[in-house]
């Protein structure tokens, strides 16, 4: 168990938040698979300021995924901390400052990775946020933008300014997801601070995930890129930590049903044509190396209506089964 603040999780093994993928349905199928704590997509400050309705749809939540944290980004205070205040009157017990975020469209307003800029501001945004709500608030950042930057420094930064953890991602935003996590900075970020630290970046196995708290001494990790298609992943690192290996070893067809069940969440919670569109990204990672894969993945993009989609999924799996013909 782990404590955030005032808030007791099960386990310490995290789901990022990832725009475009931490919808509801697929943090519920992650905590039904294991995870600690899942985080929403990243929600603007600045949306909530002018009342967007559509930003209160990424922060939709129910009692099952509880507890979650609520993902929020922007780049001025007085914004972030009205902001956050919506965000805890809406139930949420766990906020998150984003500070990590390499994409153009949310760099280019001084948003995300782009903070890392200013470490002075980044202290005045986390005690105005920390200052007006009462459950916890934590950070997650880059190493730098183009060069690697004092994390350390940064990080004591965060914490005397009231956060009550910090996840640290061991790329500079300008890697995106290339070349390697450098865990030496991560394991310099924990050294600084006393309030947990998460180390994120290139936990893909059981194996890494141990590797990765081993060599960085934190407190908890956050999977990304790894639990996409692949939520079993949860479960699998719980089990190499109790058992020495991995016990989980769902088939190509249990992989298949356990996505139907992802999608179906999905058009639960949003309009059918809109969960199916969603739902490709999801179809190409589940099926990643699957024999004939390439001929579902084609199928889906054709489909608009949850049955078509579902009869199209179906009749993959029967040929995995039989050996019939995909037709």
Request: with cysteine; charged share 25%.
């Amino acid at each position: 168990m782990i404590k955030i603040g005032n808030v007791t999780l099960e386990n310490n093994i995290f789901l990022a938040p990832m725009a475009g993928i931490t919808d509801l349905a697929f943090r519920l199928v992650c905590k039904e698979w294991g995870a600690g704590l899942v985080y929403s997509e990243m929600v603007s400050a600045k949306a909530l300021h002018y009342e967007d309705k559509k930003t209160y749809t990424l922060m939709q939540t129910c009692d099952a995924e509880s507890p979650m944290a609520v993902q929020i980004f922007g780049s001025e205070p007085a914004i972030m901390a009205e902001s956050a205040k919506k965000v805890e009157a809406l139930g949420a017990p766990i906020i998150d400052i984003n500070m990590g975020c390499p994409a153009p469209k949310v760099t280019t307003n001084g948003d995300g990775s782009s903070l890392l800029r200013d470490f002075d501001l980044i202290g005045r945004i986390v005690d105005a946020v920390a200052s007006a709500v009462s459950v916890p608030v934590t950070c997650k950042i880059r190493c730098g933008i183009k060069d690697f930057i004092d994390v350390a420094s940064l990080c004591r930064i965060i914490e005397q300014n009231g956060a009550s953890a910090i996840c640290v991602h061991g790329r500079t935003a300008a890697m995106y997801y290339s070349g390697k996590a450098d865990r030496s900075k991560i394991a310099e970020a924990k050294r600084a601070v006393n309030i947990p630290v998460i180390a994120n970046g290139d936990i893909c196995c059981a194996e890494d995930a141990e590797a990765m708290l081993a060599d960085t001494l934190c407190d908890a990790i956050m999977i990304g890129r790894g639990a996409q298609g692949n939520p079993f992943l949860f479960r699998q690192i719980l089990e190499y930590r109790e058992f020495g290996k991995v016990l989980t070893k769902p088939t190509d067809i249990e992989r298949l049903e356990v996505m139907k069940n992802h999608i179906d969440l999905m058009c639960t919670f949003k309009p059918e044509r809109t969960a199916v569109r969603e739902a490709r990204k999801h179809v190409a990672w589940y099926t990643k190396g699957m024999r004939a894969s390439s001929a579902i993945r084609n199928e889906v993009c054709k489909t608009e209506k949850l049955s078509e989609l579902f009869d199209t999924i179906d009749r993959y799996i029967q040929y995995l089964s039989n050996g019939d013909e995909i037709s």
